[in-house]
């Protein structure tokens, strides 16, 4: 019979690499904590209606790649990205009403129907902060100088900060003329989608993935042009407090990502772009001033980010050594095993990671698992030196080996793989 197969595009991911997850995943979580953020956990399912309010009608992410389905008479949507869900939450509890300013971070999976590719697949986790309340600048150079920290302890090398201001409503009224004055000589030569798109959100026209309509846009006003006073000094109060912090960016006047309900600050992170190719953008965030109020709460400006954790991963440094457990026990022979078992049980209450051979295996087959799992120490439980008393205590990378009294193996060991720098 055929075996089955994961969804395209949704992966496992295997035993041997969560420790790189669990490790990025705490250094996120031991960040947002130094920052004063809090963890949320939204549903992975929201009303299909959210998504379209909140990112917006026409965008990609709304008109092609949401996994939606009916059940029974409602509308559900899988979540495409976190910051909707949060929105909704902030106000679903009146979260405004108790906290002038509410900082969240959380990580999960998100759902797009994309065409799978190298660091694009249809089921990936992104691990995302929003703070809401607050309108910046001060904040937004906050997140983008702690997201460089962050960058650089995980070991991404060369990651660069992108920065546009989208503006507000009247800035991108007008700007939005412009942009469509300046296409619509354009138009034939424009892709199917952005032709359509000419008349119901041109700004996306500049996010286009089509390479000819890159080639258009190169040459297009720039939102820049067009920010309202007001506008102009939070984008330039954003630009000296990033100067002030030493923190690198370039302004790029054309970006302005996927999702449409960004105002003002805009960034993105890129990085690793010799491993990751056309996917460097490793983060992506911005605010989006107007959602909470466009969602039927009160007027609250916010500002968030999303990192795509499997792109992280691909550009991070790998961790060190894979450890399983610290010690293997190896019962020689049948009778042995239960005293290999006790054994176990001991070492693991005393604090070591510890693993008993229970297969009845060959010496050698048990010191290469004992190798193959990471182990600093085998200690082998035989039946003659258990009736005299003693087992023998093997430490792997020096190839050396001490009878030691059975009574004193478990304090023993615990010293020497704390020594030897173990995993428990
Ligand atoms: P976005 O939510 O589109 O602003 O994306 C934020 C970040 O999430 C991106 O910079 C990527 O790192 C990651 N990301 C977005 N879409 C995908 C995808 N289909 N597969 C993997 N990572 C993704």
Redesign the pocket.
Known sequence: MEPLRAVRGMNDVLPGETPSWQRLEAAFSRMAGLHGFCEVRTPYVEPTALFARAIGETTDVVEKEMYSFVHHDDALTLRP?GTAGAARAYIEHKVHDREPVTRWWYIGPMF?A?RPAR????Q?F?AGMEIFGDPGPACDAELIDMLMGFLGTIGVREAEVLLNSLGEGESRARYRDALRAFLLPHQDALSVDSRRRLDTNPLRILDSKSEQDQEIVKTAPTILEHLSDADRAHFDGLRRLLDGLGTPYRVEPRLV???DYYTRTLF?IQGAKDKLGAQA????GGRYDGMIESLGGPATPAIGF???I??LLVAADPPAVKRVVDVLVCPLGQAALSKGLELGRELRRSGTATEVECRGASMKSMLRRANALGASIAVVVGDAELSAGIVQMKELAAHSQQAVPRDQIVALVARRVAELGGAS
């Not at 660091?119 to 249809?122: E, K, L, S």
């Open positions: 990205e797009r994309e660091g694009r697949y249809r990936f992104q990502r996927g999702l993105e953008a490793l983060l992506g999303a990192a795509g499997e792109r």
